[in-house]
Structures are given as C-alpha cells and as structure tokens.
C-alpha cells in the first residue's frame, strides 16, 4: 500500500567492533552511494533506544539517543549530499504520489515506512535551503503497555468510558503517540467493540483482540483529518482515534463524535491542560470561541499532561504524567484557563507546585532526574527552583 513500502536490506552494514555504540562500518561496498534499507538497519543497530534518525546534506547520518543527537562515525560515512537525501526520500516515499505532490506543493511530506521483519518508522521529508532533509521516528514494533510506558495505571479506566473525549498534550517529543496506543490497547483487549483510527500516519499496528480495529492513514485511505473522521461516524464506530488535533476542523469533528456518543481519543502539542484547551480554542473565531469553550467543558472526559525527562544515570527517560478528570465545573474552568480553586492556591501560595511540577519534584528527591534537567522541564522553573532549595539558574 502507498506509503507504507517494505524493503529487505541489500547491502551488507555492520557495528564496527571499536566504536562502541555509534561506530558503522559499510563492508566491501562497490559503490559511494548508501544504500537506504542498509543504512536504516546499520543506524537502528548502534544502539537499543535509538528514537529518530535524521539525514541532512552536508551531514553525516545522525541518530538521536535519550534526547541526545548525536553523528556517526565508520570508515565508510562521509557528509551526505544533496544527491544522497534527495534518494534517500525518494527511496522511503515510493509511489506515494499524494506525498509527492504535498511535498512538491507545500515543501515537506509525511510518510509511514519499514523495513521488513525490523523496524516502522514515521518520516517527514522536507526542503531547506532547495535540497531534501529527512526525519524519521522510530516506531516499535510492539504496541506499549501503560506498565512499559511508566505510566499511571488507574489511566486503565479510560477503557470503561463510554463517550466523550480523552485528549493527551505534552510537547513534542513526550511520548504521546505512545501513551495514545497503551489506551488504545486496553480497550481493545478488554471490550468487545469498533475501533477506528485516523491517522497521519500510522504508527502502531493494533491486531484485532476482542475489539474489531480498523486504522486508516492520511493521504493512503483519506484525503483529510476532517472527511477520515465525517467517514468515521458513518462506520458504526464506538472509539475512535485522530493522531492530532491541528487545525479548526479537527476539533469541530472530534467534539461532534463525541456529543453523538463516540469515545474520542487524540493528542494536541501543548505544554499543559490548559494551554491546550486554549489552543484548541483558538482554532474558531471569536464570536464562536464562548460556544466551544462551553461544548469542551461537557464533552472532555480526561486531559492527560506528559513530559520525558532524561534520567540522571543516563539509562533512558523517565515519564511524568497529570491527568485532570473532567467534571462539568472544573471542565469549564480547565477551557478558561483556571484550574478553579486548587490553580488559584498554588499561585497564592509561592511554595506549592503544579501537580506536574510536584511529580518533577519528587524525581529529582528521589535520585532519578538532576536539578538541571527538572528546571529545563518544569513548568514554572524559579518556583521550582525555590521548592528544591536551589536558586534558579541564570
């Protein structure tokens, strides 16, 4: 299917064996030219948590580690040319002409791609500077747990609700697609039901358990957020799932399917709650923003706030997460921005936290997160600062 093209590598990569973790060696290569799908696997194989691969002219191949970006070295890597990128996109966009005519009209594209029996990834090819670039996301092949995510369990309860919206903000980079796929599994594991997902793109793959799952991709099996969701509701869905809300008619459609009885799950790129209902907000006029803001208030079931912070052993990332359940008063409140009576406290009294901010806190008391890396994540960093004993830094 356009889009989501798999190829078997057909060049021979290997780690070089005194590199460590970030050294690739090509071997008995004929050609200077990289061969994509050898590339891919050779990246993937520096290191167990690799979680983008970017390609850039003039640069090596660089992967991203723990937040870290960082260049490969082997005997066979050189700089990429703008010929190498602009192959390299060609190579994961395939005969998707969709993507082809986005990328040509608008200068950037998304794509799902993968390498057979490895790895999926989510591309983005886009122009700068008049040559390609590519972005790829690591997609695991296993569909996350909200046990492997670190993440709360009583979020398992989403799985009993029945309408409404679950909406999950955090900025980018927080993990939030895969918090979207845990829920998403609950439900699927746990009630017999349809499920429909429109996405851009398609990142987990869900098998059908005792849910019925289909998942369609932008571009691939629809030409629009909007017309996958208007299509959605005629599908006999009980849960559906956007990837992002961006722009005013997602919204208008999400908030649609859920005051005519659907589960409503998507994420939105916000620093927190309350950002995020204003940004949502702000997607309408303002003659129409009083009539949204009131339509949230009844339909959001739970606003579910995350961030990734370094670990300060450098093992990976540890996940914070505050979930606000919705009920009609402190739903409304969350759409104006005011967290009623508990946000007004915490701005009163200067050495309480946001609830996020407090479980930042508790990180860094705990051993896991440094002081730098909890200030450079915080919400409010100099209160944070003062709650920790520490003067913000400068």
């Given at each position: 299917?356009?889009?989501?093209?798999?190829?078997?590598?057909?060049?021979?990569?290997?780690?070089?064996?005194?590199?460590?973790?970030?050294?690739?060696?090509?071997?008995?290569?004929?050609?200077?030219?990289?061969?994509?799908?050898?590339?891919?696997?050779?990246?993937?194989?520096?290191?167990?948590?690799?979680?983008?691969?970017?390609?850039?002219?003039?640069?090596?191949?660089?992967?991203?580690?723990?937040?870290?970006?960082?260049?490969?070295?082997?005997?066979?890597?050189?700089?990429?040319?703008a010929d190498d990128t602009r192959r390299i996109a060609?190579?994961?966009?395939?005969?998707?002409?969709?993507?082809?005519?986005?990328?040509?009209?608008?200068?950037?594209?998304?794509?799902?791609?993968?390498?057979?029996?490895?790895?999926?990834?989510?591309?983005?090819?886009?122009?700068?500077?008049?040559?390609?670039?590519?972005?790829?996301?690591?997609?695991?092949?296993?569909?996350?747990?909200?046990?492997?995510?670190?993440?709360?369990?009583?979020?398992?309860?989403?799985?009993?609700?029945?309408?409404?919206?679950?909406?999950?903000?955090?900025?980018?980079?927080?993990?939030?697609?895969?918090?979207?796929?845990?829920?998403?599994?609950?439900?699927?594991?746990?009630?017999?039901?349809?499920?429909?997902?429109?996405?851009?793109?398609?990142?987990?793959?869900?098998?059908?358990?005792?849910?019925?799952?289909?998942?369609?991709?932008?571009?691939?099996?629809?030409?629009?957020?909007?017309?996958?969701?208007?299509?959605?509701?005629?599908?006999?869905?009980?849960?559906?799932?956007?990837?992002?809300?961006r722009e005013r008619d997602s919204v208008?459609?999400?908030?649609?399917?859920?005051?005519?009885?659907?589960?409503?799950?998507?994420?939105?790129?916000?620093?927190?709650?309350?950002?995020?209902?204003?940004?949502?907000?702000?997607?309408?006029?303002?003659?129409?923003?009083?009539?949204?803001?009131?339509?949230?208030?009844?339909?959001?079931?739970?606003?579910?706030?995350?961030?990734?912070?370094?670990?300060?052993?450098?093992?990976?990332?540890?996940?914070?997460?505050?979930?606000?359940?919705?009920?009609?008063?402190?739903?409304?409140?969350?759409?104006?921005?005011?967290?009623?009576?508990?946000?007004?406290?915490?701005?009163?009294?200067?050495?309480?936290?946001?609830?996020?901010?407090?479980?930042?806190?508790?990180?860094?008391?705990?051993?896991?997160?440094?002081?730098?890396?909890?200030?450079?994540?915080?919400?409010?960093?100099?209160?944070?600062?003062?709650?920790?004993?520490?003067?913000?830094?400068?």
């Amino acid at each position: 299917m356009m889009g989501r093209v798999c190829r078997t590598p057909r060049a021979s990569y290997h780690m070089a064996p005194d590199t460590a973790a970030f050294g690739v060696v090509l071997e008995k290569s004929s050609t200077s030219t990289f061969e994509t799908d050898a590339l891919l696997v050779a990246m993937l194989r520096v290191h167990d948590r690799v979680s983008d691969l970017i390609f850039s002219p003039g640069r090596v191949p660089q992967v991203q580690i723990h937040g870290e970006l960082i260049s490969l070295k082997g005997q066979a890597l050189r700089p990429l040319t703008a010929d190498d990128t602009r192959r390299i996109a060609a190579d994961l966009i395939g005969n998707n002409k969709q993507a082809i005519t986005t990328l040509r009209e608008q200068g950037s594209c998304d794509v799902s791609y993968g390498v057979s029996g490895l790895a999926r990834f989510r591309v983005n090819v886009f122009i700068q500077r008049g040559s390609c670039a590519v972005v790829m996301r690591v997609i695991p092949t296993a569909v996350p747990t909200l046990a492997s995510l670190g993440l709360p369990a009583d979020l398992k309860k989403v799985a009993s609700l029945r309408d409404g919206i679950v909406l999950v903000t955090g900025p980018r980079n927080s993990g939030k697609s895969s918090t979207l796929a845990a829920l998403l599994d609950c439900i699927n594991g746990e009630r017999v039901c349809h499920i429909i997902t429109v996405e851009d793109p398609i990142e987990f793959l869900h098998n059908h358990k005792k849910a019925t799952v289909h998942q369609r991709e932008l571009h691939s099996d629809t030409t629009s957020i909007p017309l996958g969701l208007r299509a959605a509701m005629r599908q006999a869905p009980d849960v559906i799932l956007v990837s992002e809300l961006r722009e005013r008619d997602s919204v208008e459609m999400a908030v649609e399917a859920a005051e005519s009885g659907h589960l409503v799950f998507s994420s939105l790129n916000a620093p927190d709650q309350a950002k995020a209902v204003a940004r949502m907000v702000g997607f309408f006029a303002s003659a129409d923003q009083e009539s949204v803001r009131g339509r949230l208030a009844r339909n959001l079931r739970n606003l579910i706030s995350q961030r990734l912070l370094p670990r300060k052993d450098a093992s990976g990332r540890v996940a914070v997460v505050d979930v606000l359940k919705i009920n009609s008063q402190s739903g409304k409140a969350a759409a104006e921005n005011i967290f009623c009576s508990e946000f007004e406290e915490t701005r009163r009294n200067p050495e309480s936290l946001e609830p996020i901010d407090a479980a930042i806190a508790e990180l860094v008391r705990s051993g896991q997160v440094d002081f730098d890396a909890a200030i450079a994540h915080a919400s409010d960093p100099a209160r944070l600062s003062l709650v920790l004993g520490h003067r913000a830094s400068q």
